[in-house]
């Protein structure tokens, strides 16, 4: 497994406050950002079974749980204590929630063996080693069917000589240390190595960020 000491686990109080630090951070407009991404750019639909990789607070789980009704579900995995303390709280009331203690980049319990539609990754696939990606990637092709949707959300791909200065600060002193080299990470060929094809990819923020639909074919 990749270097322990990099690692995109967050805990604490950035974890207990994590929805809301980036609220600020962002003067409240990822709020509407992600709402719109989850709702509008997310091929959800009614009865869809959804697995999020790093479900954080579980804001995402919670938007995408109300395009999937009660009969889909929403599993959201991470193993930071604080985040999944914080999820189960915040996603208690909802039926179609569950939160699970698993690290994605350990195969996942057989029952969830093509078992997924829809497979998320929102802030954090930057954060792993090149070899752990391959095993997320791997674990998230065994828990979708075929034919299933993996979305990334996350930094672009990019020339990072030429990114802008603010952009610049964000990585060098706040981000971990793979996220830099993320910007040149070939996704699009890894993924289409181990079976996923891009089929949508929306960019934000002056091409900085980017929302990717990878299509599983088995
Ligand atoms: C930056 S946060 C993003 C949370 C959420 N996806 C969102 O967009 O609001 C990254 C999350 O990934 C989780 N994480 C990091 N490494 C993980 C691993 N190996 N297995 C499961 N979750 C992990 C962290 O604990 C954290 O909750």
Redesign the pocket.
């Known amino acids: 497994m990749g270097n322990p000491k990099v ?5 604490g109080w950035e ?1 207990r406050y ?2 809301e630090i ?1 609220d600020i951070v962002t003067l409240f407009q990822y709020r509407k950002f ?1 709402r719109k991404l989850m709702h509008e750019e997310t091929a959800v639909f009614p009865g869809a079974r959804v697995a ?6 579980g ?2 789980a919670i938007l995408l749980s109300e395009k999937i009704g009660p009969e889909g579900v929403v599993v959201g ?4 204590p604080d ?1 999944l303390k914080r999820a189960r709280e915040k996603t208690e009331k909802y039926g179609n929630i569950m939160i699970v203690n ?4 350990v195969p996942f319990e057989r029952e969830y063996e093509n078992y997924f539609d829809v497979a ?5 696939f930057h ?2 080693t090149p070899e ?1 990606r391959i095993r997320i990637i791997e674990n998230t092709k065994s828990i979708l069917k075929d034919g299933g949707k993996f979305y990334l ?1 996350d930094y672009n791909q990019m020339d990072y000589s030429k990114a802008p200065f603010y952009f610049k600060i964000l990585i060098d002193k706040f981000e971990c240390p793979l996220a830099e080299e993320f910007l040149s990470y070939p996704l699009v060929e890894v993924m289409e190595k181990h079976g996923f094809k891009l089929t949508k990819k929306r960019e934000y923020v002056r091409g900085l960020f980017q929302y990717s639909e990878f299509t599983l074919i088995k």
Request: charged fraction near 20%; glycine fraction near 8%; charge should be negative.
């Open positions: 690692s995109v686990v967050i805990t974890a994590y929805d980036l992600i999020e990789l790093g479900v954080g607070n804001r995402n995995f991470d193993i930071s985040m698993h690290d994605i980049r998320l990754i929102a802030l954090a954060g792993f752990d959300l």
